[in-house]
């Protein structure tokens, strides 16, 4: 009969922290700081020029940390690419953090260019994707800032054609500028 209770209790406690674990939760204080201290961060570009996280404020903001070894960075880097193209008019902007080696980005990006802001993260990068949410640590990792700086979205994994279109057709990101 003891064990019964003991067996129940746990089964119990093992199914409300499951539940918890589902449910949305408000950001917490420390959540908010370390996403409030990414526009605080300097970058360089592959060329060695500087790039300040603070020039990305004040509009949407699509934040994608990649890897020149990463397939499905690889993969998603056009999509990236043509969604820039298509909707910086209305405010978007996109900033690529390369979690690798300046030359292979460099070598990379004589390949095949994109069009939007590329800033070298380095082995460094993967602990500021870590503070921005990415736990797992794995690439790609996106995070979408709203004009003011909130976090709306995070995803790890390649992103797929309609959550960009989900993302601007629920109005999720707009430009306040």
Known sequence: ??????????????????????????ETAAAQASDAAFFAQSFETPEGAPLSAQAFRGKPLLLNF????????????????????EHQAQGWQILGLAVDQPSAVRKF??????SFPIGMAGLGGTELSRSLGNLAGGLPFTVVFAADGRVLHRKIGQIKPQELVDWVAKGAVTSRS
């Open 1 to 26: 009969m003891l064990y019964a209770g003991v067996a129940g209790g746990a089964a119990l406690a093992g199914a409300g922290w499951a539940w918890w674990r589902l449910q949305p939760h408000a």
């Open 66 to 85: 990649w890897a020149t070894w990463c397939p499905p960075c690889i993969a998603e880097l056009p999509l990236l690419n043509q969604f820039f193209q």
């Open 109 to 114: 990006l004589e390949r095949r260019p994109v």
